[in-house]
């Protein structure tokens, strides 16, 4: 025993060294929750980059990941709704859910099949989020509630002066509007007054888009006057 004592308290020492961890279901909140927490806590991701979150199946060691973080930042809007139906709810998890598309409510573009859930693609509108992200943040980290603020400040700023940035780029664009892949870019355009002529497999579900899409889509322009390309 006496000569395990050692090993057994160099283990318990990596254990409490261990900083807290939160975990945001796609990479875009990921980001943002990184920019927020800096160095009081680590950011898992969930739905790896390239991969469909609607349609995404948690293993088990995620399930372990979002049981030992002190919160979750998920999308919502049927995004991710899996998060709850499939990994909190079902384990009886005790971590808290930040879900953004519920904090920002009435800012959400409306569709027929509901609340459109790409609301990333509009930085005023995360600025929107910030406010909760702080409040869930400081609730499970008090000791960082100054923190998180003064990051949250820095953070809406920066959100401000990439809006008039890539306003200011937009001004001299030229053109009818644009094409779209797959998901449609409401947020973006409503916000930059960006028209979006077509959008190719604008269902989330649907299988990879197909060289017949592409082929229509490359010639609806011209069938409609917008030019050759």
Known sequence: MWRRLPALLLALGLALGQKPTAVATIQPHALFL???????????LLVPPATNPHVFDPSPSQVQAVARARLVVANGAKLDDWILEKVVRPNSLKTPVVVLAEALGDGLIKTPTGPDPHLWL??????????????????????????????????????????????????????????????PLRYFAARYG????????????????SAKAVAEARGWPRKRGYGTS
Do not use: H, W
């Open 34 to 44: 990184r920019s927020l927490v800096g160095d009081r806590m680590e950011v898992g």
């Open 122 to 183: 509009d930085p005023l509108l995360m600025a929107k989020a910030l406010p909760s992200l702080v409040e869930a943040l400081s609730r499970v980290d008090p000791a960082g509630g100054a923190v998180y603020r003064a990051r949250a400040a820095r953070l809406e700023a920066e959100l401000v002066r990439l809006d008039r940035e890539v306003a200011g780029l937009l001004q001299a664009r030229k053109g009818p509007g644009v094409i779209t892949f797959r998901n």
């Open 194 to 209: 960006v028209k979006v002529l077509y959008n190719i497999v604008p269902n989330p579900d649907s299988p990879d888009i």
